[in-house]
T-cell receptor, first 110, second 111 residues
C-alpha cells in the first residue's frame, strides 16, 4: 500500500460526458501528479500540482483540467469524453525524487 | 517527444538467471533515474533509483547501472524469481521538472 488513494476504482461512462477522478496523496506529500496510461502505452504525464499551485504541465488536453485543494487532495476533471480517453489514470505523490502511485482509476468511455 | 525509451517490450528469463532490462534517454539534463515495477490492476511501485552522480546503485537482488556517456541505464535482477514477473518502467527526472517514463518492459520469469 503506497498510501495514495484514488477513487473511483472503475468508471464507465458515455461519450460527451464529464467525470471527476479524485486522489488523496500520502500524508505530508505536497506534490500530486496525474498520469494517463492507455493500452500498450507508457505513463503519459498530464499535470503536477505542488501545495495547491500548478507546477508543471505535460500532454494534458484542453478538455481536461485539474486542481489541488487546501487539504492537498486533487481532482482531475475530464470533459467532452471521447472513446480514446479510455485509459488508466494514475495519480502519484512525491517526497523529493521518488513518486508513490495510487492504484489508478480505470475509465471506460462507451 | 519520447525522452525515455525502453526498446524491448518484453523479456523472458529462466528462474535463477539474471534479468537485464534496458532504458535509453535523450536529455542530458536528467539528474535522477528510477525504476518502477507494475503488476496488473495496480499502480507502479518504486523499486530503485540512482542519481546522475553515481554509476551504480544496489539494493538486494536489484542493481541499477547508469552510463551517462551512452545515456543508458539498466536494471539487473539476480537471481530472477517468478514473483518478479511484472512490467518494469524506467523514469527520469531533472530537478524542478516533470518525470518522464518509458513505455515499459514486460518481464516473465519462467519457473
Amino acid at each position: 500500500d503506497s498510501g495514495v488513494t484514488q477513487t473511483p476504482k472503475h468508471l464507465i461512462t458515455a461519450t460527451g460526458q464529464r467525470v471527476t477522478l479524485r486522489c488523496s496523496p500520502r500524508s505530508g506529500d505536497l506534490s500530486v501528479y496525474w498520469y494517463q496510461q492507455s493500452l500498450d502505452q507508457g505513463l503519459q504525464f498530464l499535470i503536477q500540482y505542488y501545495n495547491g499551485e500548478e507546477r508543471a504541465k505535460g500532454n494534458i488536453l484542453e478538455r481536461f483540467s485539474a486542481q489541488q485543494f487546501p487539504d492537498l487532495h486533487s481532482e482531475l476533471n475530464l470533459s467532452s469524453l471521447e472513446l480514446g480517453d479510455s485509459a488508466l489514470y494514475f495519480c502519484a505523490s512525491s517526497v523529493q525524487e521518488t513518486q508513490y502511485f495510487g492504484p489508478g482509476t480505470r475509465l471506460l468511455v462507451l | 517527444d519520447q525522452q525515455v525509451k525502453q526498446n524491448s517490450p518484453s523479456l523472458s528469463v529462466q528462474e535463477g538467471r539474471i534479468s537485464i532490462l534496458n532504458c535509453d534517454y535523450t536529455n542530458s539534463m536528467f539528474d535522477y533515474f528510477l525504476w518502477y515495477k507494475k503488476y496488473p490492476a495496480e499502480g507502479p511501485t518504486f523499486l530503485i533509483s540512482i542519481s546522475s552522480i553515481k554509476d551504480k546503485n544496489e539494493d538486494g537482488r536489484f542493481t541499477v547501472f547508469l552510463n551517462k556517456s551512452a545515456k543508458h541505464l539498466s536494471l539487473h535482477i539476480v537471481p530472477s524469481q517468478p514473483g518478479d514477473s511484472a512490467v518494469y518502467f524506467c523514469a527520469a527526472y531533472s530537478t524542478g521538472n516533470q518525470f518522464y517514463f518509458g513505455t515499459g518492459t514486460s518481464l516473465t520469469v519462467i519457473p
